[in-house]
């Protein structure tokens, strides 16, 4: 009888265990049930995210607007600040993360990413006129910006440990309040993705440049979930998305749309070290 007991017990834990798997594999389902995904970024990441007069747009808007016809679902979108955005999604607060996600080595062990929708190199924007940074080197002994907990930030700061001077490095809530200290002058360059920094000289050439080229390994944004199994069928589907709008255009309209260009972005999980 005893034995009996036991051998039940393990049957109902085994077959608890995998419903719990089996609902885990199948978000993808969970939300095409809903008929909506729940997706959340930082809306003050020019021009991949933007808040102007209380309404979200951007690059990854459009970008993200499309995938979601694509899933047959709505959107609902969260504006949050950046440094709860990750922690946010490993709680389960929401869906994925639809901002411009560096892929990073550390960051692929702790997430689940999605194909590159854009390009993460980093950058150097400066003040329009000022003839004492022409290259990225020339930030030795000036203060530079980032945003704090950025991934662009951790490669300013191997990039100032080369340098022949100290970099003050300072650290900002968002790229806004960086570029706003670059423009009274209390920095002196700011760092972060290329196309980010060429969009504030673009949209802003009296007050902002794009120093050239850009330092640092080729890096990727794209977006990310919740890792392993519970996320594989959704990121699956956005995929499929990505590279359908890869060959009919969509993709390379949307960055023409926002940055004149649009960067040239692989169609495979690009290698990480």
């Known amino acids: ?3 009996q007991q036991i051998l039940s017990t393990l049957a109902a834990g085994a077959l608890a265990l ?3 798997a089996t609902a885990q594999a199948d ?3 969970d939300i095409k049930a809903k008929g909506k995904i729940v997706a959340a970024t930082e809306m003050h990441f020019a021009p991949f995210d933007i808040l102007e007069d209380g309404q979200y747009k951007g690059i990854c808007r459009d970008l993200f607007d499309e995938v979601a016809k694509e899933l047959g679902v709505e959107v609902e979108y969260l504006d949050l600040p ?3 955005v990750l922690p ?4 389960g607060k929401f869906d994925i993360v639809n901002a411009p996600v ?4 550390e960051r692929v062990k702790r997430y689940s990413f999605t194909l590159p929708m854009g390009n993460a190199t980093v950058a150097l924007a400066k003040r329009a006129g000022d003839d004492s940074i022409m290259k990225p080197e020339d930030i030795a002994g000036k203060a530079a910006g980032s945003q704090k907990g950025s991934a662009q930030l951790e490669q300013l700061k191997a990039f100032a440990e080369t340098l022949s001077a100290p970099v003050d490095i300072r650290e900002y809530v968002n790229i806004d309040e960086a570029l706003a200290d670059l423009a009274a002058g209390r920095i002196q360059a700011v760092a972060n993705s290329m196309p980010l920094m060429g969009y504030a ?3 802003r050439p009296e007050t902002f440049a794009l120093v050239t080229p850009p330092f640092g390994d080729p890096k990727f944004f794209a977006w990310v979930a919740r890792p392993g199994d519970e996320s594989a069928s959704l990121i699956a589907a956005i995929n499929e998305a990505i590279v359908k709008m890869h ?3 969509r993709l390379t309209a949307i960055n023409e749309k926002w940055l004149g260009t649009a960067p040239e972005l692989p169609m495979e999980m690009p290698a990480v070290e």
């Open 1 to 3: 009888m005893r034995l």
């Open 27 to 29: 978000q993808l389902a």
């Open 102 to 105: 560096t892929i990073t080595a």
């Open 18 to 20: 995998g419903m719990a």
């Open 82 to 84: 950046w440094s709860s």
């Open 247 to 249: 060959k009919d255009g």
């Open 88 to 91: 946010g999604l490993e709680a």
């Open 201 to 203: 000289a673009v949209q």
